[in-house]
Every structure is written in C-alpha cells, then in structure tokens.
C-alpha cells in the first residue's frame, strides 16, 4: 500500500517585501520508483505553481536540484522517496545567495571560486592551433584528471562544509580538487609556488577542519578529502623546503602523498 508523504518546505521570497520565512507542509500520494523531483513537480503542478526550486537533467548531472533533504544536503533527482520516512522536511542549501523557496544561485558562487583559482591551464604558449594535433597523454593519467572533473557544481559539498558556513572566503573541497587536476594536467606548467599563491593559505587547503562532510554528501563520489590532503601536504612541504634538511624532504615526498606523476 503506497504511503501518503507529509513534504514540509521551506517559503520565502527575498524580492517580496511582504513575504516571510516559513514552512509550508504538502501532501502527496507515494508511487513506486517516485523520487524526490517528481514529488515536487505533483506539488507544482497540482497544488502550488510558485513553489520556487531548480531542475535540468533530472539525471544527477546537471547538479541543479541540490536541498537540503532532512538535514542532509543531496540532488531530488537522485533522491528515491522510499528511502525517506513519511515526513519530509526540504530547506534551501546554506551558503549559497537564496533566490526563493529552495532555490538558489549556486552559479555565482562557483564562477567566482573558478576565477579565485584560475581553474584553466595554464602555459606559455601565444595562441592556440586549431589546426595542431592534440597533445597525447598515458590513459591512467587522462582517467585521474577525468576523476577530479566529474564535479557537476551542486553546491552539495560546499553547504555540507563547516568551515564554508563560517566563512565566505574558503574555497570548499570542490575548488581545491579542481586545483589538484590542473596538478595532475601536464599541460599546466605552473609550479608548486604558483599553487601555494592560489591554496596555499587559510582560504584553501589549510582552512578545512577536517569533518569529512563534503565527501560525505558528494553525489558523484569524488574523493574530496583525499585530493585535499594530498594538496595540503604538497604544499606544507613546499613552506619549509627552505628549513627542514634535504634528507628529510625526500623521505617527506616519497610517502605516496603527492601526484608524484605531475
């Protein structure tokens, strides 16, 4: 017998004067195979047009539809209701600018954190060849780069994270693996001081307290807090190259802790 759902959301239109925060409680019929998504489309389309959220794909690749879902911030389309209990609570996802209900701008946020890490490669050629062949790589390496770029840009990760709800400025797990790529590219030709300049500080690698919440709500499973650790002991070494003797440095860059490949 298919189970009535209590979906309680939270309301609130920033750009109306007169509106106010609250939550809003819907009902809904449960069928088999329904997913968060379309529960909230039956709501839309039967009981509430303005209810305000954000879709695309309805596949977990666009990273539109992140909520915050009974606390834990995941993607409605990749959210099954059978595995919720029959009240479901939905807020928008911290950190991010509202826009109203349970949407909000997550775009802002990452074209800004792209810009603060200069998310490209980086190299000294003047122009780029159309007409070149492209530039050849082992397939082990073209499958680690193409871990770290499977980021589909929730904001999952970002709201999930301690330090980032504290602090405007910190860069989040995503950005930091998406430092560790441009790493391991071999087209980029920058050096460790060069993602020192970028990391290297309160606002990257040395800001995360550790909570493993990140990873822990990734939709897409990339190894959030391993790239992290592995970025923040490259450039630990990199701070004290000029202090701690040579010996102790190359035993230090030979535990298997850096992208020793790069």
């Not at 009902?27 to 997913?35: H, K, L, P, Q, R």
């Not at 389309?77 to 209900?101: M, N």
């Amino acid at each position: 017998m298919s189970r009535r759902l209590h979906i309680e959301v939270f309301r609130y239109n920033p750009l109306d004067p007169n509106s106010e925060p609250h939550m809003q409680s819907f009902y809904v019929n449960e069928y088999d195979s329904m997913t968060l998504f379309i529960a909230l489309n039956i709501i839309r389309d039967e009981q509430d047009p303005t209810l305000q959220f954000d879709f695309c794909c309805r596949a977990g690749i666009c990273g539109s539809c992140g909520m915050v879902i009974n606390g834990r911030p995941g993607l409605a389309c990749h959210t099954q209701t059978r595995d919720l209990p029959d009240h479901i609570v939905l807020h928008p996802l911290p950190v991010f600018k509202l826009i109203g209900d349970l949407s909000v701008d997550t775009g802002t946020w990452f074209r800004d954190a792209g810009a603060r890490i200069e998310a490209w490669v980086h190299n000294d050629h003047d122009k780029f060849d159309a007409e070149a062949e492209e530039v050849r790589m082992e397939n082990d390496l073209a499958n680690e780069i193409f871990e770290l770029d499977r980021c589909i840009e929730c904001g999952c990760c970002v709201s999930a994270c301690g330090t980032a709800r504290m602090r405007e400025d910190f860069l989040g797990a995503t950005s930091i693996a998406r430092v560790a790529r441009f790493y391991l590219d071999p087209r980029d030709e920058r050096n460790e001081e060069n993602y020192y300049e970028v990391i290297g500080n309160d606002q990257g690698v040395f800001g995360c307290m550790g909570l493993l919440g990140c990873e822990d709500v990734c939709p897409k499973h990339i190894p959030l807090q391993d790239q992290l650790g592995i970025m923040r002991r490259m450039l630990a070494i990199h701070s004290v190259k000029g202090i701690l003797p040579k010996r102790v440095l190359e035993k230090l860059q030979h535990k298997g802790c850096c992208h020793e490949s790069h």
